[in-house]
């Protein structure tokens, strides 16, 4: 296994008085696809919006424990949540780009960090247009708007916006759910491909799409860490009944 | 035919009925102005009335009707108005919908929302003895009945409009947009002015649109606080007398058919102009950015 780089300890997290993450310890490792698979509302999305702090903006939630990213814990008090989401990228369940041209969207995360060198920013554009693998289908229009865009290639777009600050972490929550079965192969292909550079986090509701994409899979269930275990074990031989009965769709 | 059909196309033809009356007493009232304005330019020519500086119609012997001190009076005040409405406002609405706590926001937007309520003679007034004075005595002038007065006040008026409106283009932003900024390391900043201000830009375009609407055919107001003198304004501490003030001043002293008072008339018939280029101009604005990115 290559080095750990998000280590979870002991982490619980509340929705008010709703304790939705149940003493959950996990590590993933770097330049690794993991998946985190469960029933609805077993709190993937959550978890998965720990590593960011995306869950900074809903009122009343609370945490306990720690989620150490590069041996340093995101919940400490002097943590800066900028910096943490300049590593930490996001890819959301609904395609989001900006109401802005396919080429603002992409520079966005540059301009935002102060970068002006437009050769620069260019450059980086079709850097990220290429490996989100847009970029043949978008050349020629960069200066369209985004929002014209198909869903695929609006996700793809938002992979693009994502990768263009060069994060270390990837997050994806059910990135192919509104996509098609041909943009989704699209994004699974690119997602292998991504990573030899980036570490990959997905939540994902397909079972195929888990084991024919990720290194290590993580089952949740209420909020508790069931198993965590290389993909390729846990689709033949899970070493939890209920991860079998999940993964063969005899509930959920 | 039944009941149920005969209520709907009666109801169908009431609609249309309303429709047309509605577009008929327009066309009426615009027509009244034409029809009323045009005798004007018997006595005096298109030229003289609209590139002349100097408005004294009731001049026995050498009478003048140059509207130009009273037009540029009056897009001095207005912009003036914006000048100060639109910055304030569209902080304010930022402020209500991205930074106050939900509780202020609830009390908040509505008391805004009241103050457009208040009748414009209470804003004159206002105008008159706190303003005014307050002017005069930071800048030394005689007064402080001027445009910049004008402006303050309008600003007042146009501001619950402008802040309002601007609201709710903000809060219609969707939330995705937000959290796809911030998931990219942007600060609530950088997205309040790069995402949720750039999106909602036409809402908020066309609040100031509507906020300048309401200035420049405001009448009550500039006719209290601005000084009414009709020559050529120098600057914002001059006393001035935009084009409503004129109309509402002297219709009610003119003697009727004249030519004074068919100019008062040319005069609404060009601010009726104006107001209308300029909605004309903010629906291309909007649509050309709804053509783009919508
Ligand atoms: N903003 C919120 N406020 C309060 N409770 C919430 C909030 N978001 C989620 N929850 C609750 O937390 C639990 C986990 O939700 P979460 O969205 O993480 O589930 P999930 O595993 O992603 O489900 P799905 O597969 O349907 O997306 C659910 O019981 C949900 O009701
Ligand atoms: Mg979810």
């Keep these: ?252 | 035919m039944n009941a149920a059909r005969f209520k709907e196309k009666f109801v169908q033809r009431a609609f249309l009925f309303n429709g047309i009356l509605v577009i008929m007493i327009l066309a009426g009232i615009f027509l009244l102005l034409v029809i009323n304005a045009l005798p004007t330019f018997k006595d005096v020519s298109l030229k003289e009335f609209l590139t002349g500086t100097n408005w004294n119609p009731s001049s026995d012997y050498n009478p003048a009707y140059g509207i130009v001190s009273m037009v540029v009076s009056t897009f001095m005040v207005t912009i003036g108005s914006l000048v100060i409405a639109v910055p304030i406002g569209i902080g304010t609405a930022a402020y209500l919908s991205d930074v106050a706590h939900p509780k202020v926001r609830e009390i908040a937007k509505p008391v805004v929302e009241i103050l457009a309520g208040i009748p414009s003679v209470v804003i004159g007034f206002l105008g008159i003895v706190m303003v005014g004075p307050f002017i005069a005595k930071l800048t030394g002038t005689y007064s402080g009945l001027n445009a910049l007065n004008g402006s303050i006040l309008l600003a007042v008026m146009a501001l619950p409009t402008i802040v309002s409106l601007s609201e709710d283009a903000l809060a219609n932003v969707p939330k995705s947009f937000q959290e796809a900024s911030l998931a990219l390391g942007a600060s609530h900043w950088q997205t309040l002015v790069r995402v949720k201000l750039a999106a909602a830009s036409s809402g908020i375009i066309a609040a100031c649109m509507l906020g300048m609407g309401r200035a420049i055919g405001e009448t009550m107001t500039v006719l209290m606080a601005t000084g009414n003198a009709p020559a050529f304004p120098s600057g914002f501490l001059n006393s001035v007398r935009p084009m409503t003030s004129t109309i509402a001043i002297e219709l009610g002293e003119v003697p009727y058919y004249t030519t004074h008072y068919h100019a008062l008339f040319a005069i609404g018939l060009v601010l009726f102009l104006i107001t209308f280029v300029i909605n004309m101009i903010a629906d291309i604005v909007l649509h050309r950015y709804e053509r783009n990115f919508r």
């Design chain 1, 1 to 252: 296994m290559n080095s750990k780089i998000v280590s979870i300890k002991d982490f619980s997290f509340y929705y008010g008085q709703n304790k939705c993450l149940k003493n959950i310890s996990l590590d993933i490792a770097a330049r690794e696809v993991t998946s985190i698979i469960g029933p609805s509302g077993c709190g993937k999305s959550t978890l998965l919006r720990c590593f960011n702090r995306m869950n900074d903006l809903i009122p009343n939630t609370r945490v306990e424990g720690t989620i150490h990213i590069d041996e340093k814990n995101i919940y400490a008090a002097d943590v800066d949540v900028v910096d943490l989401r300049r590593k930490v990228g996001m890819v959301f369940q609904r395609p989001n780009p900006f109401p802005k041209s396919i080429f603002e969207n992409v520079a966005y995360g540059l301009r935002i960090n102060g970068v002006k060198n437009k050769e620069f920013i260019a450059d980086k554009i079709e850097k990220g247009l290429i490996n989100a693998g847009l970029w043949n289908e978008v050349k020629d229009r960069l200066r369209d708007n985004a929002l014209r865009l198909s869903g695929g290639q609006q996700q793809r777009l938002c992979v693009a916006r994502a990768l263009a600050i060069e994060p270390e972490v990837v997050l994806m929550d059910e990135p192919a759910s509104a996509l098609d079965p041909i943009a989704t192969a699209k994004l699974e292909e690119l997602i292998v491909e991504l990573k030899k550079k980036y570490t990959i986090v997905i939540v994902t509701h397909n079972m195929q799409q888990a084991a024919r994409i990720s290194d290590i899979t993580v089952f949740l269930m209420q909020g508790e860490l069931i198993e965590r275990g290389k993909t390729s074990e846990i689709f033949t031989r899970p070493s939890k009944k209920i991860t079998e009965e999940y993964i063969t769709g005899r509930f959920g």
